[in-house]
């Protein structure tokens, strides 16, 4: 299968930091990419989707001012949580896709905010 | 909205056997796409099987088979031989075609008792 690449595997931020989290797709062009973010022993749940060279679009509830959403190529999409607070430290999850149906993941992203 | 509920939060079966993961899914499409998804602690989200609806025969993986009831909306995996490997999270999901996204389950943990 495909390969998707999520950097860092983990990283830990001061309270009121703002860290960036990349996905990136490397053997093939994603039109399409997802985030998602999965608290201890739960599910996976949909943060946005994004598609090259458009705005993401954001899932209720989620606040687009708070993780932002680039994916400027159809290799790599960042997640960039601003201002970051203890209750944003989570597991988050990236998956690429270039037809539908179709989506492979990246190992996911550890955030410990302190 | 479509839905998936996985009733199971936790199985257990010994080495060897045979375990069944439950899955139920609501929709009122024709045409779907169903997945169930293996997340092992190392926690990267690996595609165990796929069907697609309009097929009739069940998709089978090796030691990973499926047995899909279209008018019962059911969905379960099955796992032949079970194997120490094999113990991680399972999700099920549902590629919605309208949202084009993927719809997860509440996950399974799956223990294998050696």
């Known amino acids: 299968g495909a390969v998707v690449s999520q950097h860092p595997s983990w990283v830990i931020c001061k309270s009121g930091t703002s860290v960036k989290i990349e996905c990136r797709s490397l053997?093939?062009?994603?039109?399409?990419m997802f985030w998602y973010r999965q608290f201890p022993k739960q599910s996976l749940m949909l943060m946005a989707t994004?598609?090259?060279?458009?705005?993401?679009?954001?899932e209720q509830g989620v606040e687009k001012d708070k993780f932002l959403i680039n994916h400027a190529s159809l290799t790599l999409s960042t997640l960039t949580v601003t201002s970051a607070h203890p209750e944003d430290s989570s597991f988050y999850i990236c998956?690429?896709?270039?037809?539908?149906?179709?989506?492979?993941f990246g190992q996911g992203t550890r955030l410990t905010v302190v | 909205a479509q839905t998936v509920t996985q009733s199971q939060p936790e199985m257990s079966v010994q080495e060897a056997e045979t375990v069944t993961l439950s899955c139920t899914y609501d929709?009122?499409?024709?045409?779907?796409?169903l997945f169930w998804y293996k997340q092992p602690p190392s926690r990267q989200m690996i595609l165990v099987i796929r069907?697609?609806?309009?097929?009739?025969q069940n998709a089978t993986e090796n030691r990973f088979s499926v047995n899909f009831q279209k008018a019962a909306k059911s969905f379960s995996l099955k796992i032949s031989d079970s194997q120490l490997g094999d113990a991680a999270m399972y999700f099920c999901?549902?590629?919605?075609?309208?949202?084009?996204?993927?719809?997860f389950g509440q996950g399974t943990r799956l223990t294998i008792n050696p």
């Open positions: 998956s690429a896709s270039n037809r539908p149906v179709e989506a492979f």
């Open positions: 053997d093939f062009q994603a039109t399409t």
């Open positions: 994004s598609n090259e060279g458009s705005k993401a679009t954001y």
């Open positions: 929709t009122s499409e024709s045409d779907y796409y």
């Open positions: 069907q697609e609806a309009y097929k009739q």
């Open positions: 999901a549902y590629w919605d075609q309208g949202a084009q996204k993927l719809v």
